[in-house]
């Protein structure tokens, strides 16, 4: 299974970006996913989640900023960042737990994609 995450970039404050993440290979289904980001000399914290059934979580510096949603039929899962702040700098790791054929559920990350927030 591999995660290819993509959107970032260099975005000015107030600014906009999606992200987005598919999932590949053989697997026979996909539960939750999510968004985690780390800023230098931090640790990986959560942005966001969502269940397969859409049921979302978000952290509470992104509540009203950032929406997640995902697409099931492609195995993609979105971020929507609206008002990016200085803050929101860091790089962005996609997440699934996935099942494979032999029915073991496992997580797997993605590689990140940066997201610079500036002036």
């Known amino acids: 299974v591999q995660l290819q995450a993509s959107g970032g970039g260099l975005v000015r404050p107030g600014g906009s970006l999606r992200l987005s993440c598919v999932a590949s290979?053989?697997?026979?289904?996909?539960?939750?996913m999510g968004w985690y980001r780390q800023a230098p000399g931090k640790q990986r914290d959560l942005v966001a989640a969502?269940?397969?059934?859409?049921?979302?979580n978000y952290a509470d510096s992104v509540k009203g900023r950032f929406t997640i949603s995902r697409d099931n039929a492609k195995n993609t899962v979105y971020l929507q960042m609206n008002g990016l702040k200085p803050e929101d700098t860091a790089v962005y790791y996609c997440?699934?737990?996935?099942?494979?054929?032999?029915?073991?559920?496992?997580?797997?990350w993605g590689q990140g994609t940066l997201v610079t927030v500036s002036s």
């Open positions: 997440n699934a737990d996935v099942v494979d054929p032999m029915m073991k559920r496992s997580r797997y």
């Open positions: 290979g053989s697997f026979f289904s996909i539960y939750d």
């Open positions: 969502i269940s397969s059934g859409g049921y979302t």
